[in-house]
């Protein structure tokens, strides 16, 4: 693991980052691009986990939090596989794997267990925890809109759409099921609102 001895280096000053293996690039790429939206999942995870512990005495809580913990570590593994060139990449490194997915997977299953069946679609929110889980799963979706692009062009495996894919529809699940815990109510989607009243 590498020691971070200093966090400034003014190498990015003209706009330019390297990647692992010592290629530069303009920090506007879209490898970068799409290996900063990863992170920023990862940081919306992280507020999503401090809110978890206001509840740290519930099961379920503590179990989301495990799996948020796990999935942070694998969005750090994905953005360190992103930033990697394929023909710089070696088997050592650390990356999505199949049971990755198979993991999220399971997690949904289980949670599903809990919840009603949604017949509408419903808004994001409810309580703290749930709506930065919401917001994890919208960033989670604009990383993996960027990262199609890398795959077209070559720059990207399959395996690392499929975990984002499926990543965001474990967000959204464990959005539910947390409120659900919580006893917040879920507000559907309403096709043809009806303007509320305006005060005198």
């Given at each position: 693991?590498?020691?971070?001895?200093?966090?400034?280096?003014?190498?990015?000053d003209a706009?330019?980052?390297?990647?692992?293996?010592g290629a530069r690039v303009p920090k506007d790429a879209q490898r970068i691009e799409c290996y900063g939206t990863v992170d920023e999942c990862s940081?919306?995870?992280g507020l999503a986990r401090r809110a978890l512990a206001e509840h740290a005495k519930r099961p379920r809580a503590q179990t989301l939090d495990r799996w948020l913990a796990w999935t942070q570590d694998s969005l750090f593994n994905l953005g360190s596989d992103l930033a990697t060139p394929l023909e710089k990449r070696s088997e050592a490194m650390p990356k999505i794997e199949q049971a990755d997915i198979d993991?999220?997977?399971h997690a949904i299953?289980?949670?599903?267990r809990d919840l009603e069946p949604l017949a509408n679609f419903i808004h994001p929110g409810g309580s703290y925890a749930g709506g930065y889980l919401h917001m994890a799963r919208t960033v989670c979706r604009r990383a993996e809109r960027l990262l199609v692009r890398l795959q077209r062009d070559g720059e990207a495996e399959a395996i690392a759409g499929k975990?984002?894919?499926?990543?965001?529809d474990a967000l959204f699940v464990w959005a539910r099921w947390i409120n659900n815990e919580l006893g917040e109510p879920e507000h559907l989607w309403n096709h043809h609102p009806a303007p509320p009243e305006i005060p005198a």
């Open positions: 693991m590498p020691k971070l001895t200093r966090i400034y280096t003014r190498t990015g706009g330019m980052t390297g990647l692992v293996g940081s919306m995870i993991f999220l997977e299953d289980r949670c599903q975990f984002l894919n499926r990543l965001s």
